[in-house]
């Protein structure tokens, strides 16, 4: 079945210091690509989105590349900050379908 | 305006007692979805609502579990004689249509002792 393979964390980085986290995805066709973030205490917020091959998404200062040939959507931030200290989920769905699926979710922690 | 928001935010309850999480959508939204969330793992899909009806409870794990949303708007999810590994968050999403980014509630911790 369809789902959502994501880099194990914890990731741990330095203020300033550049992001990428994984994802991977199985599908049949083409989903829409999401990543959503769950910051200390609080609810997944939908932090970006692709919903086309080539597509990018952008939020905040991160962005992530909806790449079929290898079926990827990473995430990256080019400087960090302690604020971005959360756990991140990649996730798809379909137009026609029910549910969304989620990776495990990496956490991130970045120090000043 | 106003997000999804879900009551209670935790709930504690002891085993074999039956408990009800509320979900209250964003307006508007026909869709609405249940998951749950285990330490360390990604929210797991339990029923999607499409207006007032389940269109699809494939992700219920057995028959203790059951929602409602009788108006299309408010939903509620139900655990009967609940059990220690029913303890997880649950969280509620509503979207404007299926297939479109799903907007989460702050979720119910429930712990069930």
């Known amino acids: 079945g369809d789902s959502v393979t994501q880099m194990e964390g914890p990731v741990t980085l330095s203020e300033e210091a550049f992001l990428t986290i994984n994802c991977t995805y199985t599908?049949?066709?083409?989903?829409?690509l999401f990543w959503y973030v769950q910051y200390p205490g609080e609810g997944l917020q939908l932090l970006l989105k692709a919903t086309k091959a080539d597509d990018k998404g952008s939020n905040k200062g991160f962005e992530a590349t909806y790449r079929k040939e290898t079926t990827s959507f990473h995430l990256e931030k080019g400087s960090v900050q302690v604020s971005d200290s959360a756990v991140y989920f990649c996730a798809l769905t379909f137009y026609n379908n029910n549910d969304m699926r989620f990776g495990a979710g990496t956490r991130l922690t970045v120090k000043p | 305006g106003a997000g999804v928001s879900q009551t209670p935010s935790n709930k504690v309850t002891e085993k074999g007692k039956y408990v009800e999480l509320r979900c209250d959508p964003i307006?508007?939204?026909?869709?609405l979805y249940w998951y749950r969330q285990s330490l360390g793992q990604g929210p797991e899909f339990l029923i999607y609502?499409?207006?007032?009806?389940?269109?699809?409870d494939s992700g219920l794990p057995n028959d203790r579990f059951f929602a409602v949303r009788p108006e299309g708007s408010v939903s509620t999810l139900k655990i009967q004689r609940t059990e220690r590994g029913d303890s997880a968050v649950y969280l509620c999403a509503s979207s404007p249509a299926r297939g479109y980014e799903q907007y989460f509630g702050p979720g119910t911790r429930l712990t069930v002792t």
């Open positions: 609502f499409q207006g007032t009806g389940a269109a699809d």
């Open positions: 599908a049949t066709g083409y989903p829409s």
């Open positions: 307006s508007g939204h026909t869709a």
